[in-house]
């Protein structure tokens, strides 16, 4: 078990290592993307320019760049080359909205995922399963920031109800940070929901012909206790791995598209425009920051199963 | 069903049997025809956008006036604001900011959505199964390699590797010798979508041709003599189709969807070219005077991406031999 744990660890950080190095290049490419033109602003000199480049380390070989960038993170000192803010500060400027809204979307979507999926799962083909499965597959269609938008217009705009965007935080008022919330929520946790849905639905259904399914109920047990101890146990655990990695995914900023239109000014919409102002250091920092989040719980994931099932070979 | 049984014996291919079941589903069914009738109608774009509308996808005409009912109206009002659905063969759903007919941005923007989306699915398959049946075959430190990159590929959320690299490439372009593609192409997005999504279909068929690699008639050709190229051409990739097939339809889906979330954060398909998510996000900023130009666009979005969604459902349903005890009719 220590060897499997240590082996996936290694593996972490290998990962981790190239997707700083991936991170890197693919602002490299970019042909007219010179930074220190971009500081430098419109009316400097060449030679401005080139002082810039050289305070900044612009005109060393691109490896000794990475190396930099990636000490100046890892000390935590690292600013951006727009408005030269330390990027760590504006990352944890932007968690506690950041956070919000992962957990209570992720809260929402595991459970309305979990109810709505063991419904449809409870008398497959009939009319509930349905219906549920319909709106289910409607859900999973929709993308989340065109459901925003239209909920925003509906609940904000038209009738005033809710409040249009941005972030209250928690401790200044903590009903206003609901009620700013709810929409964002909804609106993030709609197609989980859907999805989770339907994967715990085949899940259940798949179970259920399972032989230890079959040797339970050979054995005598009643319906509902098959359905709870074997049925339903051995169903929910790749859901909760799926939420796992979904949770960790919105934690590190991949909510862009939600924290965008409600104006949440999160982790993943200082991630938005810096990538649109070619702001390299903090789009680093952000995907380096996703990246571990994702990374570490996928290796968590992955040794919780080998925990929780012996039949995984611990050597693969 | 004993009927259903005895054909099978006598040689009803598994294909066969799944067009057969496809064909009793009536959601699927529906599904198809809704599919294919957005299609066609988007193939159609140039001929409604002459023959109805009278104008092209990038013909502004903000400042002309239309007959609607008997009265003159401006195409867009003195403060901004698009006419609405007129219902008339001019400005059938109305018009955007800058007086473009939404119904004419509509079929060529779904033309788009949907070239984006097929091209991008071609992609991730293409390459996908490839990088799969190499590092499920052979193993190794090439499996190390490729599983290494897939997770690199894995462990950025879709759309935030989707715009970092959409970005850079949409200032650039693409030029690797020969090949040369400019910035607005709309193939920078399918290339970076199909980039994007590789993993997400790797990573399960890489899992089934290490499955595959271990069965008896893997073994019997590598006893005649076949080399590993061969036997993951004629053994292995046939075993993989039925996978192939359930999951050709999610990636469209999924490509479609992630190309509205790109264009709406400005690394998609780029102006002035339409595309569903650049017409949503356009209208985004309009919603509070004229939230038409979020729904028309995002309606036809969903009603695609469902109409694939419960098509590949159904399909997958008809292809998994237990389907009978799944919807048990």
């Avoid at chain 2, 294909?15 to 025809?33: C, D, G, S």
């Avoid at chain 2, 590598?222 to 990636?251: H, K, Q, W, Y």
């Amino acid at each position: 078990m220590t060897r499997f744990i240590v082996r996936r660890m290694a593996q972490t950080v290998i990962v981790l290592v190239l997707i700083s190095i991936f991170t890197f290049l693919i602002f490299q490419v970019i042909p007219n993307g010179d930074p220190a033109a971009r500081l430098a602003g419109r009316t400097a000199s060449p030679d401005q320019i080139r002082a810039i480049a050289r305070s900044w380390g612009f005109d060393q070989p691109i490896y000794v760049q990475y190396l930099r960038t990636m000490q100046k993170i890892f000390s935590g000192s690292v600013v951006s080359y727009s408005q030269q803010i330390n990027v760590v500060d504006q990352i944890r400027r932007g968690l506690p909205a950041t956070v919000s809204l992962a957990v209570g979307a992720g809260v929402i979507w595991l459970l309305f995922g979990i109810v709505v999926g063991l419904l449809s799962a409870l008398r497959p083909g009939r009319v509930l399963d349905r219906v549920l499965g319909f709106l289910a597959l409607t859900a999973i269609s929709t993308p989340a920031f065109v459901l925003g938008a239209v909920l925003l217009y509906v609940f904000a705009y038209r009738t005033s109800i809710l409040p249009t965007g941005e972030y209250v935080p928690l401790t200044d008022d903590p009903w206003q940070w609901f009620r700013h919330l709810v929409l964002p929520w909804i609106s993030l946790s709609l197609a989980f929901i859907g999805f989770y849905s339907r994967v715990l639905r085949g899940n259940v259904l798949d179970a259920k012909h399972e032989e230890y399914v079959r040797m339970a109920r050979a054995k005598g047990l009643s319906g509902r206790r098959v359905m709870v101890r074997h049925v339903l146990r051995n169903s929910l655990i790749p859901i909760v791995s799926l939420w796992g990695l979904d949770f960790a995914g919105v934690i590190g900023g991949g909510a862009i598209l939600i924290e965008s239109i409600f104006d949440l000014r999160g982790v993943g919409q200082y991630a938005a425009e810096s990538i649109s102002t070619l702001d390299v250091p903090p789009i680093m920092v952000i995907v380096m920051y996703t990246g571990v989040l994702v990374v570490v719980v996928a290796a968590l994931v992955d040794i919780l199963y080998a925990y929780l099932d012996p039949r995984i070979s611990l050597n693969t | 069903m004993p009927g259903e049984e005895l054909r099978v014996g006598t040689g009803v291919g598994p294909y066969r049997l799944a067009l057969r079941r496809l064909r009793r589903n009536v959601a699927a069914l529906v599904a198809a025809v809704v599919f294919v009738g957005i299609v066609a109608c988007c193939l159609c774009a140039p001929l409604y956008a002459h023959y109805v509308a009278h104008t092209g996808p990038l013909d502004n005409h903000e400042t002309e006036r239309v007959k609607v009912g008997g009265h003159i109206r401006d195409v867009v009002s003195l403060i901004g604001i698009p006419i609405g659905p007129t219902w008339h063969s001019h400005f059938l759903l109305g018009a955007d900011f800058n007086g473009r007919d939404v119904a004419v941005r509509l079929l060529y923007g779904g033309r788009n959505s949907l070239i984006v989306g097929f091209s991008a699915t071609a992609i991730t398959m293409f390459a996908a199964v490839l990088i799969a049946l190499f590092a499920g075959y052979y193993r190794g430190w090439i499996d190390s390699v490729l599983a290494r990159m897939l997770d690199v590929i894995w462990a950025y959320p879709a759309i935030l590797l989707g715009v970092a690299i959409g970005t850079s490439l949409s200032l650039g372009g693409i030029s690797l010798g020969p090949l040369k593609i400019s910035g607005d192409s709309l193939y920078i997005p399918a290339l970076i979508i199909g980039f994007v999504n590789i993993p997400y279909v790797a990573k399960p068929i890489r899992g089934q041709v290490i499955a595959l690699r271990e069965k008896e008639f893997v073994d019997a050709a590598r006893t005649l003599d076949a080399g590993g190229l061969r036997i993951m051409m004629t053994e292995i990739l046939p075993n993989l189709s039925s996978t192939i097939v359930v999951l050709v339809p999610l990636m469209v889906a999924n490509s479609i969807l992630l190309e509205a979330g790109l264009s709406y954060l400005g690394a998609g398909v780029q102006p002035p070219n339409p595309s569903w998510g650049t017409m949503i996000s356009d209208g985004v900023r309009l919603i509070t005077t004229s939230p038409f130009l979020v729904l028309v666009p995002g309606v036809a979005l969903v009603l695609t991406v469902l109409s694939i969604n419960i098509l590949g459902e159904a399909v997958r349903d008809a292809l998994d031999p237990r389907a009978v005890t799944r919807t048990r009719r």
